[in-house]
Structures are given as C-alpha cells and as structure tokens.
C-alpha cells in the first residue's frame, strides 16, 4: 500500500520566481495511508509563508489541494515513489491524495 507523507513548513526566503523550499521550522506532520479512495489530510495550511513538502513511499501517488480537495487519478498532480516534492501552500488548503 502506498503512503504520503507530508510535512507542513513555514519557507525560506527565495528571490523572486524561484521554487518554494522548507525550513526547519515545521508546522505539522502526517503520514496517509493512500487506497483507490479520495483520503484527505487533517493538516491545514493557514499562513501565506508555508509550504507543503510530499512524499510518496511504496507507490506512486496522485495528490490535489484545495478547502475540500478530491485526488483523481489522471486529473490531479502526480507524485513519483520516494521523491520528495515541495508545494506552496495556500491559507486554508489541505491536500487530498489517491492510487491507482
């Protein structure tokens, strides 16, 4: 079974245009066990200056965010195996994750 980990951080300062990256300073943590159903996470982001880092383990995964997110797979972002990706996060977000 696949799992997504994610981490909810406040960012580091980055010039213009550049990728969002974490600091040390995390916010919240959570590991979803990910099935063919829509799981949601119960980390919310609620300042501007957070980011969100996934990481998919034992699978490849399918993630959306949103105040009421629904991962489809095919129609949301995809998350390759045990590559860590980092999101901006927006006030009032989480995310939702699904598997084939």
Known sequence: MAKLNIVLGFA?????GMKPVMS???VDVQT???TPSNQVSDIMS???DQVWM????GGDVWVAFGKEPIAAVGDSIPLM???PYTFSATPTFTVAAISE
Do not use: C, F, S
């Not at 580091?12 to 213009?16: D, R, S, T, V, Y």
């Open 12 to 16: 580091e300062a980055q010039p213009a």
């Open 32 to 34: 979803l066990d990910v």
């Open 81 to 83: 195996a045990g590559v």
């Open 24 to 26: 040390d300073d995390v």
């Open 46 to 48: 609620d300042k501007t």
């Open 54 to 57: 996934l990481t998919a383990i």
